[in-house]
């Protein structure tokens, strides 16, 4: 693998060759004269360099999605039949010994003759496909610009072709991102559909009680494999609406004073120190959370006779809100200034003060922005893990009370997935269920938004 680098390095420097001889051939043919032309120079360069890169680059990428497949066939009939026999388990785990004496890696035992053997196969044929693959991908590029290169004409419509190959590039981009989220959607809901065979639809949704813990044998102790999922539901809300009530009103306010009231000089200083907010990792707000803000809240409850959890929902919806303040702020100061100066002006001259044009104007206007702020902050609450794990807790406990301990979906998720789990069991299948309910969450979000966005971009475009 450390010599793929320095065949794309070669393909980038073969490719800057091309560009640029592609070009010079384009200026020979013209006569020096560039009206001649059908394309600038450049785009002629471009087509080469295109021609000369791409094609190299996807034999690149569909020989070293397959090489150790392929490798691994060839290994594998080499071995005796008495190993070829073995089980699909059992000859991974064969295969596995094998590629580890390739790197020099601890195998699980005593290698003996065959698997040694195999392991100088292996190698020997890693060594033939590095070499090949250096000459065939520099073939490609080497032949494929030289056909561009020889299409170079007056009449070539160079600049047609650069322009329809980066369309191409374009939609394979996108349908990369479309076929991942489906493939997304599809692998949640199909671990899902397995899931609610096991658990009862209307128990998962509508269940008040959340212990996932399922006995082994019969009798196994603390297993109630109760999957009710209201008290986590419950809790993402409760934390995410304290998040919501701190981030959005503090955001929008800083956004319209840096936007319409502050001066540059202050506007220079306090925006970059407000985002630095959001570079900070949530672990370290995590700690924040758990050492300062979850035992003052704890301190000043017990002056006030409140019965305060160690851990409580209100501190993670505290530091959490103030983490998403960034986000809130950030957006709608873009979408603040995005506003027609026009505006301003036309309210200004008909004697508006600068609050009421803030109100009544630009509010209005930058409203399908700020809404997509608000939007993304509710996202990012609802997704956050580390913040609530260490500041709310892992009690699944339905109360409305900020100052008890909780938990969310996503520290669920998380704590169902972690150690040595199998996903024929319902605790582990439940995982996918709760992203399956997050993800029509989020959606029924987006759906929203999207309809205030529409209502009030009809009333100003």
Partial sequence: MTQTPILVLLLLALSSAAFYFGRKRAFQVAGGQIRKLHSLPGYYGLYVAIWAALPALLVLGVWLSMEGSLITQMVVSTLPASVQDLGPDKLNLVVNDIRNLVVGNIVS????????????????????????LFGVTLAVAAIAGWLAF??????????????????YVLIACSLVAILTTVGIVLSVLFESIRFFRAVPVSEFLFGLDWSPQIAMRADQAGSSGAFGAVPLFAGTLLITLIAMIIAVPIGLMSAFYLAEYASRRVRAIAKPLLEVLA??????????AALTVAPFIRDSGSILGLDVA???????????????????????????????QSLRDGAYGMGATRSETVRQVIFPAALPGIVG??????????????????????????????????????????????????????????????????????????VLALHIVRKYREQYD
Avoid: C, W
């Fill in 109 to 132: 035992g005593t290698p003996d003759a065959a698997m040694q053997a195999a392991a100088d196969r292996y190698r020997e044929l890693q060594s033939i496909s590095k070499l090949a």
């Fill in 150 to 167: 020889s299409r170079i004409a007056p009449h070539h419509r160079a600049r047609n072709g650069v322009e329809r190959i980066v369309m």
């Fill in 279 to 288: 570079g900070i990792p949530t672990v370290v707000y995590g700690f924040f």
């Fill in 310 to 340: 160690s851990e409580s929902a209100l501190a993670a919806g505290l530091v959490m809100g103030v983490m998403i303040i960034p986000f809130v702020s950030s957006l709608s100061d873009d979408v603040i200034n995005a506003v027609p």
């Fill in 373 to 446: 702020a608000i939007l993304l902050a509710v996202s990012r609450a609802i997704g956050e893990t580390m913040i609530v794990v260490m500041a709310a807790g892992l009690a699944a406990n339905l109360t409305a009370n900020p100052l008890e301990a909780v938990t969310t979906v996503t520290v669920q998720i998380v704590t169902l997935l972690v150690g040595d789990q199998e996903f024929d069991s319902p605790k582990t299948l439940a995982a996918f269920a709760l992203g399956l309910m997050l993800f029509l969450v989020t959606l029924v979000l987006n």
